[in-house]
């Protein structure tokens, strides 16, 4: 069985794409251990165990192969824990058959291809539960020290641990009683673990994700949806067969009555929690792994109890042989495991397919902008892992380019800039999608430039603002992207090197010396970034007149400067170097970098300060 089950997880491992929540982990475990730490103290919705996991292993490979492992090998050796499980507490052949249903259960195999911790939750839990079982027959402290490390370990791998632990404490109970003592180490150790994730997860109770207002019904149906999708993912009746063959070995182990109340209080508590608690996150199948050993182990007990008169050779061969079949169900929907698009029915970007056209579609030097920053992340880290050349990296508009050629990477609404691509070619016309690769589609427009803005008289201003003055106005871009949720903004294309944009006025007014006012709006809100203001006369030198290192609670700055000499023509850059120190949510920290408005002014010398103007916002 395990032999079956290693060949269905491993092989193919890396040939599918991630989709958005498997890619966030190597995304994030980019980051320094502490402010990866402080991500999921604040953001994220997990504890910390799986990504600090991923970090040293993406730090060796980052293949999807490697970074799979971390799920293979748990999904691998939960077949054995079941067998022991099932050896324990209803039969050898129990266990058999339960570890064979598992080595073949689509949503087990799915998890055990996924970079998420699911397949390591469900290892643990099923350590935890092997630990309690033999500490039950033997007292031996060693059985008692596995399961503290389980239940430490559950807890710093997912949350759901704190709705699991009171079902297992009443299953345990039920199982001992009327002796305390199983029962009693369970709770010091429960107590002990929990007391070291607590401060992640106080924190984590704040979130939008633990507020209760899902109808009974949703929950409901949500628990029933996922205990048949966990008997069996894919489409057809074996779902439902699963389900009566756990049904039979309730039956079978009916002379049993504590076994079958322990059992029920492991799937019925935790839905009953969820029930009381009115939490409406849980419609994923992966919310409800407590589901799994009762079920694996009705099934297995089931299977066992039809085979019993076939003498143990022949009811061993009969598993083998049912294993082997349900395993060619598998392979003959090989494309939902081990295709390029292995998403389980989900629809999403295929990253990996994406990334792979990127080089045709995109070419150096070209603006880019992106539907949300998740996806331009996503995308970015798939595109620099293939070590060709990054276009997504390499944006340059020069001062002598009369137009520029822009790349939207849509999928979906890109925030104010358009929510249809009929409202993006309204405001691009010429506008022409060239492909859609693994669900994203690349669109391409040109832009007119007029790289430097005459001032005629004084006084004079402009405030360059929005996506059309990022490209179209500005002198020269470089090492930047356009950003179009929440206001149009240039950010750094990539971490830990600045990029610039530049803005070129050309002064015409005859006064050769006027006063100059510069005001800028940004978003500074990561550690260690830095935003420079720079100013330079008729091709000469510049110098830094403000700047900004993060994080910085204002979101605007100021600057008069009376210009040290006659001059004709100003250069204004702005370089934005973005440090990769505070993790934010979309799998990146570069749109915690922004600049999202620049007011450039000039009036005679002496004259009176034009102000900041009413499109250059105040703090």
Same mark, same amino acid.
């Given at each position: 069985?395990?032999?079956?089950?290693?060949?269905?997880?491993?092989?193919?491992?890396?040939?599918?794409?991630?989709?958005?929540?498997?890619?966030?982990?190597?995304?994030? +475990?980019?980051?320094?251990?502490?402010?990866?730490?402080?991500?999921?103290?604040?953001?994220?919705?997990?504890?910390?165990?799986?990504?600090?996991?991923?970090?040293?292993?993406?730090?060796?490979?980052?293949?999807?192969?490697?970074?799979?492992?971390?799920?293979?090998l748990?999904?691998?050796?939960?077949?054995?824990?079941?067998?022991?499980l099932?050896?324990?507490l209803?039969?050898?052949?129990?266990?058999?058959?339960?570890?064979?249903?598992?080595?073949?259960?689509?949503?087990?195999?799915?998890?055990?291809?996924?970079?998420?911790?699911?397949?390591?939750?469900?290892?643990?839990?099923?350590?935890?539960?092997?630990?309690?079982?033999?500490?039950?027959?033997?007292?031996?402290?060693?059985?008692?020290?596995?399961?503290?490390? +389980?239940?430490?370990?559950?807890?710093?791998?997912h949350?759901?641990?704190?709705?699991?632990?009171?079902?297992?404490?009443?299953?345990?109970?039920?199982?001992?009683?009327?002796?305390?003592?199983?029962?009693?180490?369970?709770?010091?150790?429960?107590?002990?673990?929990?007391?070291?994730?607590?401060?992640?997860?106080?924190?984590?109770?704040?979130?939008?994700?633990?507020?209760?207002?899902?109808?009974?019904s949703?929950?409901?149906?949500?628990?029933?949806?996922s205990?048949?999708?966990?008997?069996?993912?894919?489409?057809?009746?074996?779902?439902?067969?699963?389900?009566?063959?756990?049904?039979?070995?309730?039956?079978?182990?009916?002379?049993?009555?504590?076994?079958?109340?322990?059992?029920?209080?492991?799937c019925?508590?935790?839905?009953?929690?969820?029930?009381?608690?009115?939490?409406?996150?849980?419609?994923?199948?992966?919310?409800?792994?407590?589901?799994?050993?009762?079920?694996?182990?009705?099934?297995? !007990?089931?299977?066992?109890?039809?085979?019993g008169?076939?003498?143990?050779?022949?009811?061993?061969?009969?598993?083998? $042989?049912?294993?082997?079949?349900?395993?060619?169900?598998?392979?003959?929907?090989?494309?939902?495991?081990?295709?390029?698009?292995?998403?389980?029915?989900?629809?999403w970007?295929?990253?990996?397919?994406?990334a792979?056209?990127?080089?045709?579609?995109?070419?150096?030097?070209?603006?880019v902008?992106?539907?949300?920053?998740?996806?331009?992340?996503?995308?970015?880290w798939?595109?620099?892992?293939?070590?060709?050349?990054?276009?997504?990296?390499?944006?340059?508009v020069r001062?002598?380019?009369?137009?520029?050629?822009?790349?939207?990477?849509?999928?979906?609404?890109?925030?104010?800039?358009?929510?249809?691509?009929?409202?993006?070619?309204?405001?691009?016309?010429?506008?022409?999608?060239?492909?859609?690769?693994?669900?994203?589609?690349?669109?391409?427009?040109?832009?007119?430039?007029?790289?430097?803005?005459?001032a005629?008289?004084l006084?004079?201003?402009?405030?360059?603002?929005g996506?059309?003055?990022?490209? !179209?106005?500005?002198?020269?871009?470089?090492?930047?992207?356009?950003?179009?949720?929440?206001?149009?903004?240039?950010?750094?294309?990539?971490?830990?090197?600045?990029?610039?944009?530049?803005?070129?006025?050309?002064?015409?007014?005859?006064? !050769?010396?006027?006063?100059?006012?510069?005001?800028?709006?940004?978003?500074?809100?990561?550690?260690?970034?830095?935003?420079?203001?720079?100013?330079?006369?008729? $091709?000469?030198?510049?110098?830094?007149?403000?700047?900004?290192?993060?994080?910085?609670?204002?979101?605007?700055?100021?600057?008069?400067?009376?210009?040290?000499?006659?001059?004709?023509?100003?250069?204004v850059?702005?370089?934005?170097?973005c440090?990769?120190?505070?993790?934010?949510?979309?799998?990146?920290?570069?749109?915690?970098?922004?600049?999202?408005?620049?007011?450039?002014?000039?009036?005679?010398?002496?004259?009176?300060?034009?102000?900041?103007?009413? +499109?250059?916002?105040?703090?």
């Amino acid at each position: 069985m395990i032999v079956i089950g290693a060949c269905l997880r491993l092989y193919n491992l890396g040939v599918p794409s991630m989709w958005w929540d498997e890619a966030l982990v190597p995304l994030i +475990a980019r980051f320094p251990v502490g402010s990866i730490l402080e991500w999921l103290r604040t953001i994220e919705v997990h504890p910390p165990l799986f990504y600090l996991l991923v970090k040293p292993l993406a730090a060796a490979s980052q293949t999807d192969f490697a970074l799979r492992l971390l799920s293979a090998l748990p999904g691998i050796a939960c077949l054995y824990f079941v067998y022991r499980l099932g050896e324990e507490l209803v039969s050898p052949l129990a266990g058999l058959c339960a570890a064979g249903l598992l080595a073949v259960n689509p949503y087990a195999l799915w998890l055990s291809r996924i970079v998420r911790p699911y397949s390591l939750y469900l290892l643990l839990y099923l350590v935890l539960l092997w630990g309690l079982v033999r500490y039950r027959a033997t007292r031996a402290g060693r059985y008692a020290l596995a399961v503290f490390a +389980a239940t430490l370990l559950l807890y710093w791998t997912h949350y759901m641990m704190v709705v699991l632990a009171p079902a297992i404490g009443l299953a345990v109970l039920v199982m001992t009683f009327p002796s305390w003592r199983a029962f009693l180490l369970l709770a010091a150790t429960d107590t002990l673990a929990f007391s070291t994730v607590l401060p992640f997860f106080l924190l984590t109770l704040r979130l939008p994700h633990w507020v209760g207002e899902a109808p009974l019904s949703e929950i409901l149906a949500n628990a029933g949806g996922s205990l048949l999708k966990l008997a069996w993912f894919l489409p057809g009746p074996l779902g439902w067969a699963m389900l009566a063959l756990c049904g039979l070995g309730f039956v079978a182990v009916r002379g049993r009555p504590r076994l079958v109340a322990a059992g029920l209080a492991l799937c019925l508590v935790p839905v009953a929690i969820v029930l009381a608690g009115r939490l409406g996150w849980t419609g994923e199948p992966r919310y409800f792994l407590n589901f799994f050993p009762v079920m694996l182990l009705g099934a297995g !007990g089931g299977l066992a109890w039809l085979r019993g008169r076939l003498g143990p050779a022949a009811a061993r061969l009969a598993c083998l $042989g049912l294993t082997v079949v349900l395993a060619a169900v598998v392979v003959n929907n090989a494309r939902e495991f081990y295709g390029e698009r292995s998403l389980l029915g989900m629809t999403w970007i295929s990253y990996k397919q994406a990334a792979a056209a990127v080089p045709g579609l995109v070419r150096p030097g070209e603006a880019v902008m992106a539907s949300e920053d998740g996806l331009y992340n996503a995308l970015d880290w798939h595109v620099q892992r293939r070590g060709r050349g990054n276009p997504l990296r390499a944006v340059d508009v020069r001062p002598t380019d009369g137009e520029v050629m822009v790349n939207f990477l849509w999928f979906g609404p890109m925030g104010h800039l358009a929510q249809t691509k009929d409202d993006l070619a309204r405001r691009y016309p010429g506008l022409v999608e060239v492909g859609t690769v693994g669900g994203l589609s690349f669109l391409k427009a040109v832009v007119q430039r007029t790289p430097v803005q005459p001032a005629t008289a004084l006084p004079w201003e402009r405030t360059f603002a929005g996506a059309a003055d990022i490209l !179209g106005s500005s002198h020269s871009l470089r090492g930047l992207v356009v950003n179009p949720n929440w206001g149009e903004a240039a950010q750094p294309a990539q971490n830990d090197r600045a990029g610039s944009i530049e803005y070129c006025v050309d002064n015409l007014s005859g006064q !050769g010396r006027p006063r100059i006012s510069l005001a800028c709006r940004y978003v500074n809100a990561g550690e260690g970034n830095v935003l420079r203001l720079l100013v330079g006369y008729d $091709g000469g030198p510049l110098r830094e007149v403000l700047s900004s290192t993060g994080p910085d609670r204002h979101v605007y700055r100021k600057v008069v400067l009376d210009p040290p000499r006659d001059f004709r023509r100003l250069l204004v850059r702005v370089e934005l170097s973005c440090a990769r120190k505070t993790a934010q949510y979309p799998g990146g920290n570069l749109a915690g970098l922004q600049l999202r408005g620049l007011l450039v002014a000039l009036d005679a010398p002496g004259g009176d300060d034009p102000g900041c103007g009413p +499109a250059a916002g105040r703090p």
